[in-house]
């Protein structure tokens, strides 16, 4: 099967930054689309953004328009989660999500196991 591993969570101060990895093994890595999602304690798994197979196509929710951006590395078979300008509200665990279709509309058939990120006032 298709595996997805995050890295790159921890602490951090409020305006501070962080980097994700997702590594994918299993599977062409670069024939899916990529998610990350997150999801805070006592709160339902959240939308954060997604990268199209080329990675010239993506999309953020709206919370994080401006200080996250995700990028992939097909040679490398990593997606990635840039986060600047980091909120405490952006305090949760983080997951990779992998579609490996083409059909519409996106369907995550595989997830990662997530990555904590905490972010203090």
């Known amino acids: 099967q298709v595996q997805l591993v995050e890295s790159g969570g921890g602490l951090v101060q409020a305006g501070g930054s962080l980097r994700l990895s997702c590594a994918a093994s299993g599977g062409t890595f670069s024939t899916y689309i990529m998610g990350w999602f997150r999801q805070a304690p006592g709160k339902e798994r959240e939308f954060v953004a997604r990268?199209?197979?080329?990675?010239?196509?993506?999309s953020y929710a709206d919370s994080v328009k401006g200080r996250f951006t995700i990028s992939r590395d097909n040679a490398r078979n990593t997606a990635y989660l840039q986060m600047n300008s980091l909120k405490p509200e952006d305090t949760a665990v983080y997951y990779c999500?992998?579609?490996?279709?083409?059909?519409?509309?996106?369907?995550?058939?595989?997830w990662g196991r997530g990555t904590q990120v905490t972010v203090s006032s």
């Open positions: 990268i199209s197979r080329s990675g010239s196509g993506t």
């Open positions: 999500a992998a579609d490996r279709d083409i059909f519409p509309p996106v369907n995550y058939d595989y």
